[in-house]
């Protein structure tokens, strides 16, 4: 069974920073590019970037770019965020989500970051 | 970015049949796919590339339509269907989603 499980998400200060984690289980997790995608309150949803299978290739949305940055282990299965400066839009739900191809196929259960002072 | 329009909310009966359209800025293709997340949860994979649906989901949900417009549909609704329903496109960087259509029982 595929599972994805988050962790890190706590109440950080305006300017802060926090590193999210993901645990990957039930597959191999280097063969596949992860993704971020997160949940601000009472809205939709929105990519905010991913990593290829070793790691070498990442890509940001304009929105968090050169602020948030994405890693892997995959000695480890585990996906990385880490995020700086945070601002007060930061705050969300942050979801690890695995990518077959052109989708979204698993979700984590997501974890929860506020950014206020 | 590609801007996806949905409905915001629908309320049906259960046993109805119900359509949740999407309506994409400008084409995707077929590279169109629908999520439901029930309160309290992650979303879930229901339907990908427009119309195939995920493995273990239930043949009464179906998926339709390409370029700019298109359809999920239940059918027939049952309680459980509660939840809201998102679209997302990956033809054009960055992939977006649509705002989610709430769905409610009457």
């Known amino acids: 069974e595929v599972q994805l499980v988050e962790s890190g998400g706590s109440l950080v200060q305006p300017g802060g920073s926090l590193k999210l984690s993901c645990v990957a289980s039930g597959f191999t997790f280097s063969n596949y590019w992860m993704d971020w995608v997160r949940q601000t309150p009472g809205k939709s949803l929105e990519w905010i970037g991913e990593?290829?299978?070793?790691?070498?290739?990442?890509n940001y949305a304009p929105s968090i770019k050169d602020r948030f940055t994405i890693s892997r282990d995959n000695a480890k299965s585990t996906l990385y965020l880490q995020m700086s400066n945070v601002k007060s839009d930061d705050t969300a739900i942050y979801y690890c989500?695995?990518?077959?191809?052109?989708?979204?196929?698993?979700w984590g259960q997501g974890v929860m970051v506020t950014v206020s002072s | 970015d590609t801007v996806l329009t949905q409905s915001p909310a629908l309320a049906v009966s259960p046993g109805e049949r119900v359509t949740i359209s999407c309506r994409a800025s400008e084409s995707v293709s077929t590279l169109m796919h629908w999520y439901q997340q029930k309160p309290g949860q992650q979303p879930t994979l229901l339907i990908y590339l427009a119309s195939n649906l995920e493995s273990g989901v239930p043949a009464r949900f179906s998926g339709s339509g390409s370029g700019t417009d298109f359809t999920l549909t239940i059918d027939p609704v049952e309680a459980d269907d509660t939840a809201t329903y998102y679209c997302q496109q990956s033809w054009n960087d960055p992939w977006t989603f649509g705002g989610g259509t709430k769905l409610e029982l009457k």
């Open positions: 990593i290829n299978t070793d790691g070498s290739k990442t």
């Open positions: 989500t695995r990518i077959e191809t052109y989708y979204f196929d698993y």
